[in-house]
């Protein structure tokens, strides 16, 4: 190997590393406060006589760091587009950690009255601002640092960031649940994991001090310049390509979200189960999608991204025709089959997801473009996702509606891929605008 080959493949082990850990990091922060949404927000900040209505008002605090999502991939979209890719993934890791640490210090009702709940809100929403910058910063930095014959596999990993923060999240919850007493738990340790964000960060943060800016923009900026709204530019000649990422992240981020957090609240608040069998089979599903994402995304890169995104598709529609019935029986073996087949499914759609949408953008556009057809999805999916179920069983007791809601978005995903053309392979600095 020469010392150039050598150079190029440390720096892309930096990038996927840095990119990696840093969105695991982010998404361990996102993910504490759904989960504690579906535990103890409810009781803590919505103290009202129904616990179902405590937890949809929780579930609503929850929803609005999605709404602050798409804001944010427009902010720093535009700004990554303009000056880099690197030094708004540093500020997006800082914002984040800062406003995770802060909620695990919030005062509750009881102490605050309803000082307590629309500080949470204020919290939840810079969470939002801020992993709304994050992915399409961590993805595009991979991806155009990556050899085209392999930037499936290698811009998967920040992609596994999200289920590793996930795993991170449930087993920090987990180890509390079974540490600490019930009553404690409520009082304090369920602040820990909040709090526990603050060391995270000051790893992830100098982790990625050490990668260089991405090439490709570099590059791209030197002979073209920037533009000088990007976010404008990518809505008037890339107005496709935004509706075919969206489409290829509504049933994806939609099933989720209910896999992995709604089943929560459906187990411990309507079927009245131990909370440490739910967190644990979410522990195992999360681990599970893990391992099997580069598997995935190594196969997109031999057989392309469409294929193994309709893989996923069918995959999750199978596993939800099943999935209720198994939470129902309340067995750990059955928990864990409903939350795993779900979540590994899950993971043949988002493992080569990240470049699939990277390489539908032209370079002077890939950050805003990426970051708003990722993030601009989250609102109508995951931020909805676990209110809708809820809402449907409300209206119907039953889980039928939940299933077909989530095929629903499965077949909208499904058309997305079929109008997207095949991108495994593609030179980014060739990518045209598409109408």
């Known amino acids: 190997m020469t010392a150039t080959a050598q150079g190029g493949s440390n720096q892309l082990g930096k990038v996927v590393g840095a990119s990696m850990i840093g969105t695991m990091i982010e998404w361990f922060d996102f993910f504490i406060f759904g ?39 427009v902010i720093f979209g535009h700004f990554g587009d303009r000056i880099g890719r690197k030094q708004l993934l540093m500020l997006s890791l800082v914002v984040m950690g800062l406003s995770t640490t802060a909620i695990g210090l919030l005062p509750t009702y009881d102490q605050i009255g309803v000082l307590a709940p629309a500080l949470l809100i204020g919290l939840r929403l810079l969470q939002g601002f801020a992993v709304g910058g994050e992915w399409g910063g961590a993805v595009l930095m991979v991806a155009e640092t990556a050899p085209a014959k392999s930037r499936g596999f290698w811009t998967c990993w920040p992609q596994v960031g999200a289920p590793a923060g996930n795993l991170l999240a449930a087993g920090v919850f987990a180890l509390a649940t079974m540490l600490v007493p019930d009553d404690q738990f409520l009082e304090w340790g369920w602040r820990v994991p ?99 994402m580069p598997l995935f995304a190594a196969l997109s890169d031999k057989v392309g991204r469409r294929p193994v995104y309709l893989l996923g598709v069918a995959g999750v529609v199978l596993s ?116």
């Open 35 to 73: 989960v504690a949404a579906a535990l103890v927000f409810n009781r803590l900040f919505f103290p009202v006589s129904d616990p179902l209505v405590g937890t949809m008002l929780a579930f609503s605090t929850y929803a609005l760091g999605f709404v602050a999502r798409p804001l944010g991939g």
């Open 194 to 292: 909040f709090l526990f964000s603050i060391v995270l960060v000051g790893i992830g943060y100098w982790l990625r001090r050490a990668v260089r800016e991405s090439h490709v923009f570099e590059a791209e900026s030197e002979v073209a310049g920037v533009e000088r709204f990007p976010a404008m530019e990518v809505l008037r000649r890339s107005p496709r390509a935004l509706l075919e990422g969206a489409g290829l992240r509504f049933g994806e981020n939609l099933s989720y979200y209910v896999a992995a957090t709604f089943s929560i609240t459906y187990f411990t608040e309507i079927l009245g189960g131990d909370r440490a069998l739910i967190l644990n089979a979410v522990l195992i599903g999360s681990a599970l999608e893990c391992l099997t």
């Open 320 to 435: 939800f025709v099943f999935f209720f019935g198994l939470l129902e029986q309340g067995t750990p073996w059955a928990l864990t089959l409903a939350v795993s087949s779900a979540m590994v499914a899950h993971g043949a759609m988002y493992a080569p997801q990240g470049a699939f949408i990277a390489e539908l953008f032209p370079t002077r556009l890939r950050y805003s473009g990426a970051s708003i057809a990722y993030q601009a999805t989250s609102i109508l999916a995951g931020s909805l996702a676990p209110l809708i179920a809820l809402g449907l069983y409300q209206a119907y007791t039953a889980t039928w509606p939940i299933v077909a809601y989530v095929i629903a978005g499965l077949v909208l995903t499904a058309l997305a891929v079929l109008a997207a053309r095949e991108t495994r392979g593609i030179a980014l600095h060739g990518v045209q605008h598409n109408r």
